[in-house]
RNA sequence: GCCGCGUUCGUCUAGCCUGGUCUAGGACGCCGGCCUUUCACGCCGGUAACACGGGUUCGAAUCCCGUACGCGGUACCA
């Protein structure tokens, strides 16, 4: 690729499930940089396989993509330039250059069924060039058979005729220069016998068709490139430039698997990280650390600024494991950056979700309590379950350490007083509480902790204040007796 | 098995290309302290790593080779 030649990318997923987090990353990483080069950003669907096509997840590649905010400029659903978007209705031009590598002698008819192709690999090992010969093609067969054949309308392959003995070397901007050796590429099926190309020749033609100018994917490609750089040389044609990422790893080492994560509460889909109630921004943000490091000390980065720090050379070359623990981290600084509204609205369906009823300004009021101690939105609820139903429990440590003789006394005393208050907010719920005190002389802290412990079950949490007055006078007061009644 | 790629604190990483400034820096986690009559936030401090073995060199985390380990590929799946 020449080097003004202007920065095309593209994230080519298969519709074949949800997307996947690892997926989300690979997009992010290709919308960063043609963001960074003030390049295109494609989606383009690789649909080829139609025995795995999963309807609806084109839809929910989209819908993931949006929700997280990555806009592309061209696409199946809107269309730009290089229309279509969606291989499958793209196969004239793979047939056509499937033919074109036929004429020069770079691929071949094959037409051996599945099972001869069966006991040759368990014979051989592989379909390459020291097999190739002892198969029904047409390097093998006579012209006329192959014509005969091909009239006959017998199902056939198209295979990829490699080359003997060479090295196929290419650069890859993450790894440098990457070689193999011809003797270990097969000889790869290009159009399968139902007509629709292999990834292999519809990423290559599209590609070159879309003039994609770097070709940034996961590490899976890595060993399928030479391939692909056989094709773009049989074609006449310069292949784009390779950067292969690193692959997102599960946190005890391996792949990350479906099961794994479940076992380990991670979620895998796109669409489980907006369940869960993560922000969009925090999951890029995350996403981008992950295996790419700006050089810097800056760990927090808005898309934007993610764009202006972004380069394909400081992105690593090993798995990375997936950190959990980091990714809430994230995430609580962007739930802290919410104004309250913002976080009301966005805590409002997580809330319902767990049956609770709750107005407005009372939501308002629990979000500014919580904000800075939740990590992630929907523990607005999850985690302070107190703000909408009376404890069922009371914290075991909490009592050892906080409840002794005199709390029940106290706290029936406070209750009295709380009886007479009119406006049971923050400011006359502590200084009813003080003023006890010191009438009783004991420390604040004496009725602080037994309140707390009654009111919400818990030794901490929010201010008490604050968490009494939001909690409202007759849950207090109910509250309280209870706790009385209970822990003596 | 074969081929490819990789290997710095438990994890994500800086440093490696252009050897000395690295008694290896940051972040998450964890631990401790301050603040707070709670908990958290915040602030301060601590914990912990150059996979191993050979070379090259006055000097290697940095360059070379080997081993081990990890990951990927080895389909008419992407």
């Not at 997307?19 to 960074?36: C, M, P, S, V």
């Not at 012209?143 to 990829?160: H, I, K, N, S």
């Not at 090295?167 to 290009?190: A, K």
Request: aromatic letters at 10%; proline letters at 5%; glycine letters at 8%.
């Amino acid at each position: 690729m020449a080097a003004d030649t202007p920065v095309r990318v593209r994230f080519a997923p298969s519709p074949t499930g949800r997307l996947h987090i690892g997926g989300l990353r690979t997009a992010l990483y290709n919308y960063l940089f043609a963001r960074k080069h003030e390049g295109d950003f494609v989606l383009r669907i690789e649909d080829t396989d139609q025995a795995r096509y999963v309807p609806g997840a084109e839809e929910d590649i989209r819908e993931a993509l949006s929700w997280v905010g990555l806009d592309y400029d061209e696409g199946p659903a809107q269309g730009g330039n290089y229309a279509p978007y969606r291989q499958s209705e793209r196969t004239a031009h793979y047939r056509e250059n499937a033919e074109k590598l036929i004429d020069a002698g770079r691929a071949y008819y094959a037409f051996d069924t599945e099972e001869e192709l069966q006991e040759m690999r368990e014979k051989h090992g592989a379909y390459d060039i020291s097999t190739r010969g002892q198969m029904r093609n047409s390097l093998t067969l006579p012209d006329a058979e192959v014509e005969r054949l091909l009239e006959a309308g017998t199902e056939y392959v198209v295979r990829l005729k490699v080359p003997r003995e060479e090295t196929v070397r290419f650069d890859d901007v993450i790894r440098g220069g990457v070689s193999f050796d011809t003797s270990e590429i097969d000889d790869q099926v290009l159009l399968k016998s139902d007509g629709m190309p292999t990834y292999h020749l519809a990423n290559i033609v599209d590609d070159h068709l879309m003039d994609i100018s770097h070709v940034i994917r996961g590490e899976e490609w890595l060993s399928s490139t030479p391939k692909h750089v056989l094709m773009y040389d049989a074609l006449g044609w310069t292949p784009p430039t390779f950067a292969h990422l690193p692959l997102i790893l599960s946190p005890e080492g391996g792949k990350l698997s479906k099961r794994d994560a479940n076992r380990l509460g991670i979620p895998v889909y796109v669409t489980d990280y907006r369940e869960a109630g993560y922000e969009p921004e925090a999951l890029l943000n995350f996403l981008a650390l992950l295996g790419w490091s700006p050089g810097t000390e800056e760990e927090l980065f808005a898309l934007d600024e993610m764009v202006k720090a972004f380069s394909l050379d400081r992105v690593g070359a090993s798995g990375v494991q997936f950190d959990l623990d980091k990714l809430r981290w994230v995430n609580e600084h962007y739930v802290r950056d919410l104004s309250v509204d913002e976080l009301a609205e966005k805590a409002r369906p997580f809330v319902e979700a767990e049956g609770y009823k709750v107005g407005d300004d009372r939501l308002r009021t629990i979000c500014e309590l919580v904000q800075d101690r939740i990590q992630v939105v929907p523990e607005v609820a999850t985690d302070n379950r107190y703000f909408y139903e009376d404890p069922d429990a009371y914290e075991e440590a909490g009592v050892e350490k906080r409840w002794n003789e005199e709390s029940a006394d106290l706290l029936l005393a406070y209750t009295e007083r709380l009886e007479e208050v009119d406006n049971f907010d923050t400011d006359t719920v502590e200084t009813e509480l003080r003023d006890l005190a010191d009438e009783k002389g004991v420390g604040a802290g004496a009725i602080i902790h037994p309140s707390r412990l009654a009111v919400s079950g818990r030794s901490y949490g929010p201010g008490v204040f604050g968490l009494l007055a939001a909690v409202g006078k007759d849950a207090c007061i109910r509250r309280m007796h209870r706790a009385v009644e209970v822990l003596g």
